[in-house]
RNA sequence: GACCCUGUGGCGGAAUUGGCAGACGCAUCGGACUUAAAAUCCGAGAUCCGGAAACGGGUGUGUGGGUUCGAUUCCCACCGGGGUCACCA
């Protein structure tokens, strides 16, 4: 046996003997050795998009994290579900099909073989019977059943809409995959244009999403971010009549008090009435306009430092609060790209003295700008530009000119304004109180192979039918070919075979050509790891209501809305259809933060690569060749920075027990945080300073003799023991993993110095504790002491409460706020007491001066007020 | 531009949520062990002033104000870093 610590022996051994006995299964109700009175924890990582390039460091943070609390619970008496699997389907597998020729289906293989090795390389304590790939045909059938339901309840539907067409990657992307109109993946330009594709009515549960937000333990943050996705806005809808037309243009405004401020209306450049409503003598400026606002790209379009620009229509609209012939009344029609077709109803009333856009564009073009609020701003010379409508103004304020024969404004509140004309247009049958959501519905096809392929036939009629569920799944066609043909055709229109069906009449029908974007398998796999083996369902009833919701859900904020809005979107239809049992799938969110690393910055402030920069002295930096003076700036992890950690090369330097203590010794799990390489070493020699407690370095002495037979425990280490296995137990709940490592290096180092008072009990409960974050180490170290079992299931150490009181006490005695004396009394001493002692401490500071007030925070300090 | 998070030694960070600022780790310095070095172990350490010294006194959590007996913590304004949304009517 070693007398050194060897993490690249221990490890793998350890590993082994995991996978052999199936140390981390989880047992599901029905299971023969299930235990129904165990309570259960479900803890999910979000699971990888298994790349060729391998882990990074910053998976293990997060990974690490949850198997913290998985080991922790299992330990503490809990069924604990911990899976992992793989989300396989996506761009980058086809891409690389593209330029190497290789099948997705092998090249995804071979990467998730490398993750698992990986993974496992780390002492995950994953139930790996529960694997999963959301390409695998077993996955992918449940994944067509749910759209099945969705079709079927009216919630996926074909429409013909503008959407982002990226040539380079020869498919259509959504909204969320756009950013700044050059695609998120390989960031190639994208236009707008019009295609067939499948959409999921996600609108439809806009309300409901929202909502139940509010009972949900996740960051703030996060649910701030969703609740401004879905963008809820109340409001109202008015018409207005425009002259010499039959037609009416319907707005949508959060401010339906503010109508008789209204000078002017605008439409998006697209809108459908604009050829109807446009004069003779305007129609070539507008026709030019329409023609200019459509070449600018998204990014001009949405500059707001931008000009503003616009043309007339030559009509004019009618306000309703006012009678036709009432000067006030005719509003001229305005086109113009600050209206945004897609959003409301594409027009707007403009109201300049309400609002900030509407000023600038009136300010622009010499519009009218009616006043309509009196503000007390406390600024006599404010208060008069926004009286006289010079300024704009969207506060609290008194309402002026703002009535017609049956209504008046004055001396309304916002709410009380916006209810009186909201029910006036109601009353008139000119509109209604609407409440509108920036969510749009989501467009769900892709133009891609390497996705799950829609179980719906196209017939010879041009209906459409589901492919019976007893057919699923609907397997992709082995190709060969997957370059996108740039035609908005999809690489499957090629499998000509593959396409020809048969419908439910026996005619012969068209399979779908588009794919499933990659969300739709990372929508549920939550679900299919409680019961990944059913045949005959999803998951089993009584087993989703066991393991539902998940209890904690650890992944990175670039998931904070996407993945987690349509997760939620397609749980609570599943829970509509009885599927499951909670109307939400994760109860508690959180967020790890980044692992970021050094980078160097010269005296311009351009970057320089981590092999560039040379350390002269403590702190200071020197650029290798020129010798220029440099800072270490943290930045991200970057090929080009050359500060990339491979957590292969940690594991093989220092093992996986230091890089998991490491990861979590960085700092607070949710911040981002540096990689200092330096600092691994100091984890490390800690996990050593824990081998040396039980493994002499002694030639043959394999064990300390104290620890070979039950001795007597030295009460001062007993006592921080109890300590520090309540701070750690704490510590864990509150996913404070940084601190709780700190306790137990700060009992190690006790430990070490009176090393022969150290007892087989306080070592064996100290592993118990530390096993959870070091699981090799303290399995073998159990081992070698021959305790009992494994210690990744020994149970959790108990704390004796009386242990983490002290007789004494030791308080700090302040005068005027300052410290200026200790004293110590027994603990729980009656204030009368303290005082005297305190009193007595301080009396120097005391001398001559009036005590005004005295303050006691038992067990902490008394502060005496003079005079 | 709006909203959210954040700012503490040379570095990463801690502080029971209003009560001894700097736990723990890295780096640094001193000592022990060693022929020597590494490793290991023990110890020092915010800063300024006075003192040979143990010690005493002042200052100190981005900056300026405020509340309080007491502020890293709460409030206001500003500055720096990060994130999200970005003409959403």
Known sequence: MSKSYDPQEIEPRWQARWDEQQTFRARNPGDPDFDPDQPKYYVLDMFPYPSGAGLHVGHPEGYTATDIL??????QGFNVLHPMGWDAFGLPAEQYAIQTGTHPNVSTNANIDNFRRQLKALGFSYDWSRELSTTHPRYVRWTQWIFARLYERGLAY?????????????????????????????????????????????????????????????????????????????????????VGHEVRIRVFTTRPDTLFGASFMVLAPEHPLVAQITTDAQRQAVADYQAQAAAKSELDRTDLAKEMTGVWTGAYALNPLYPEDDPRARLPVWIADYVIVTYGTGAIMAVPAGDERDARFAGVFGLPIPPIFAADTGDPERDARIRSGAECWSGPADYIHSSNDDLDLAGMDLAAAKQAVTGWLEARGRGAAKVTYRLRDWLFSRQRYWGEPFPVLHCEDGSIELVPDDQLPVELPAMSEFAPSGKAEPPLAKATEWLRATDSAGRPARRETNTMPNWAGSCWYYLRFMDPRN?????????????????????????????????RFWHKVLFDLGVV????????????????????????????????????????????????????????????????????????????????????????????K??????????????????????????GVDLRPNLRTEQAADPALERLLHRTVHKVTGDIDKLAFNTAIAAMIVWVNEATKAQDALSRSQIARFLGVLNPFAPHLTEELWSRLGLPGDASLAVWPEVDPAQLVDDDVELVVQVLGKLRGRIVVPNGSADADVLAAAREAVAEHLTGKTIVKEIVVPGRLVNFVVK
């Open 158 to 242: 074909l429409a013909e809409v503008p959407v982002w067409w990226c040539e380079q990657l020869g498919t259509v992307l959504a909204n969320e995959e756009v950013i700044d109109g050059r695609s998120e993946r390989g960031d190639f330009p994208c236009v707008r244009r019009p295609l067939k594709q499948w959409m999921l009515r996600i609108t439809a549960y806009a309300q409901r999403l929202l909502d139940d937000l509010d009972g949900l333990d996740w960051p703030e943050s996060v649910k701030t971010m969703q609740r401004e996705w879905i963008g809820r806005s109340e409001g109202a809808e008015a018409e207005f009549d425009v």
């Open 581 to 672: 049992s909670t109307t939400e799938p994760f109860q508690k969110l959180y967020n790890q933060g980044m692992i970021l690393s050094f980078a160097y910055q010269d005296a311009r402030g351009a970057t320089v690569a981590v092999d560039q920069a040379e350390e002269v002295a403590d702190g200071e930096f020197r650029h290798k060749d020129s010798g220029e003076p440099l800072t270490r700036v943290v930045a991200k992890m970057s090929k080009t920075l050359k500060n990339v950690v491979n957590p292969d090369d940690v594991i093989h330097n220092f093992g996986a027990d230091t890089l998991r203590l490491y990861e979590m010794y960085m700092g607070p799990l949710a911040d981002p």
């Open 674 to 699: 540096p990689w200092n390489t330096k600092d691994v070493a100091g984890v490390h020699r800690f996990l050593n300073r824990v081998w040396r407690l039980v493994v002499p370095k002694e030639e």
């Open 535 to 567: 045949e005959t369902a999803l998951v089993a009833p009584e087993v989703e209501r066991y393991w539902g919701p998940v209890d904690l859900y650890i992944g990175g904020t670039e998931h904070a809305v996407l993945h987690l809005l349509y997760a």
């Open 70 to 75: 998985a080991r922790a619970r299992r330990k």
